[in-house]
Structures are given as C-alpha cells and as structure tokens.
C-alpha cells in the first residue's frame, strides 16, 4: 500500500524522524504506539474526515507546509491521500491507502486526501493537548 518516491526515500525519512508502516489491524499497532509516544499519551485522540481539497485549496489548511508541536502515530482507516515531507534533498511523496500507519517526530510536512478519507489520530501530551499546527512558510509548490 505505502508506495514512497524517489528510490533512497526511506531512508531520508528515517533521518527526519518519519515512517510508514502497514496493517491488518484496525488502528495503529500497540507495539508501533509503545515506541511512538509516552506512556499515557497512547490513547485515539480524534478520528477525522478528510475529503480531496476542492481545485485551488491544494496548498491551505494541512495541504500547507507545517510542523506539528507532538510526535504523532496515525492511522488511515479508509480512502486514499497523499503525503510530502521535505529535507535538504528536496521533497518526499508518499502515497497512503487504508490500513497504512504514519508515524511524524515533528517533521515538516503536508497532507491532501486523493479520495474520501479517514484517520485515527494519536499524538503526544497532555489530555487535551491540541495537534498544534504551525505552518511553515515554505512556499507553495504544485502537487505532483
């Protein structure tokens, strides 16, 4: 399902704190949450809905460059999106359909949903504790 662009991609990502896994499972593994996020902090935060940004929106909301203040360990129940990531070497796409688990250490990124689709999100600190997105301000560029 995870299909991640250009060949040495994996690695890159693993420089950024970033992978992708897949599932048979319903959400994301116990054993991939357990190295993920303190305990206490491993419980569904929110489950949210996602649909293809309308033609123009590409680049707003999570389709901007943004950081998240938490690590996060997500997984996406149904649909399919995609997700870029950028370093030094420019930038990362990784392609998602359901049963595929991300996990992001606070890495630069950006999301848009292909299809209809559905995450169960879980994330670091405190009940209560926001996603706390900050965008960026890398500049927009075109999805490929």
């Known amino acids: 399902m995870v299909a991640i662009s250009p060949d040495n991609a994996s690695d890159r990502l693993a420089s950024l704190g970033v992978e992708f896994h897949e599932t048979n499972d319903d959400d994301v593994p116990g054993e991939r949450l357990a190295r993920t996020l303190p305990e206490g902090q491993r419980q569904e935060r ?3 809905t996602m649909d293809p940004p309308a033609p123009g929106a590409e680049v707003d909301g999570v389709g901007a460059w943004h950081v998240n203040a938490q690590d996060e360990a997500h997984f996406l129940r149904s649909g399919t999106g995609q997700v870029q990531f950028v370093d030094d070497t420019g930038i990362i796409t990784v392609d998602l359909a359901a049963g595929d688990v991300m996990i992001i ?4 990124h950006r999301f848009r949903a292909l299809t209809p689709c559905t995450w169960v999100l879980h994330y670091s600190g405190p009940d209560g504790a926001d996603l706390a997105t900050t965008p960026t301000g890398r500049s927009d ?3 490929d």
Request: hydrophobic share 50%; net charge positive.
């Open 141 to 143: 560029s075109p999805w």
């Open 46 to 48: 929110a489950v949210a």
């Open 105 to 108: 250490r606070r890495a630069e």
